[in-house]
């Protein structure tokens, strides 16, 4: 008896000891390589992809491992979107634009640019006018005036006038010494600044079909007299723009009464 009482007492000494040992190795294999406290692990790592976090932090280095830590915060992904361009030519901008404007593409997207510079256009419905032309100016259908003097009609009327441009797109009229009316039978057509009239013409010519001869740019059918007035050869009197015959004498205007008959009041008694 006396001695199995120190046996037992040495068998449950190493009891004791063995399970310490296995003890303290599951404390060591249980513990992590994180935070430093015996109560938690270390932080999460950052998420790495959009969707997960990234890992837990190890154990502590106490006997008991720590609480493993929190999963990073994923983090969103935000893809870029590229839009196909407008064009890459600019026969793809297909879009109608004025005939002073031009389509051209830049850096993939069509631009609007000034184009036909300087020349005819239509200017929108209405009539540029005779002394205007619509060209195209800055992207747009623009009014210039035609240059001064600018002949817009020159129809030979015999009026001594002609229709040109003033230079501010008006149209005006001006003397033309070479529309000059039409020559008579003893006269020649002139222009005396911007008026028609008639010079004498053709003296001591033949006028009225050979029954006559010209005088002062009239036609006298007295022939062998001197011309005293325009279509009057020694005639008896002028009466204003007419000649009394032989035998008459000028009552009042042009009025002529024969000699031997009262004139009253213009009129032959």
């Known amino acids: 008896m006396p001695l199995r009482r120190p046996i037992l007492l040495a068998l449950a000494a190493l009891t004791g000891l063995l399970t310490g040992c296995f003890l303290d190795s599951g404390a060591f294999e249980s513990a992590g390589a994180g935070a430093a406290s015996p109560g938690s692990g270390g932080a999460g790592a950052t998420g790495t992809s959009p969707t997960t976090g990234g890992l837990g932090g190890a154990g502590g280095t106490a006997g008991m491992g720590g609480t493993a830590g929190a999963g990073g915060t994923p983090t969103t992904s935000n893809p870029t979107t590229t839009e196909p361009p407008e064009c890459t030519g600019d026969a793809d901008c297909t879009d109608t ?37 619509a060209k195209c100016k800055a992207g747009e259908c623009a009014l ?44 020649a057509g002139t222009c005396k600044m911007g008026t028609p009239g008639q010079d004498a013409a053709n003296e001591g010519g033949s006028c009225n079909g050979g029954f006559g001869s010209c005088c002062l740019g009239g036609c006298c059918t007295d022939f062998g007299f001197s011309c005293i007035a325009e279509g009057c050869c020694l005639d008896i009197a002028v009466c204003g723009q007419e000649c009394c015959e032989a035998g008459e004498y000028c009552c009042s205007g042009t009025t002529c009464c024969p000699i031997g008959k009262s004139c009253n009041n213009g009129v032959c008694g």
Not at 100 to 121: F, P, Y
Not at 122 to 131: A, F, H, L, N
């Open 97 to 133: 634009v004025p005939f002073c404007r031009t389509l051209k593409c830049e850096m993939g997207s069509c631009v609007t640019k000034n184009a036909n510079e300087g020349k005819s256009c239509d200017y929108r419905s209405e009539s540029p006018g005779p002394c205007n032309e």
């Open 144 to 187: 210039s005036p035609l240059p001064k003097d600018t002949v817009v009609d020159d129809s030979k009327n015999g009026d001594c006038q002609k229709l040109v441009c003033d230079g501010d797109g008006n149209v005006i009229s001006k003397n033309d010494d070479g529309d000059k009316p039409g020559n008579g039978e003893c006269s």
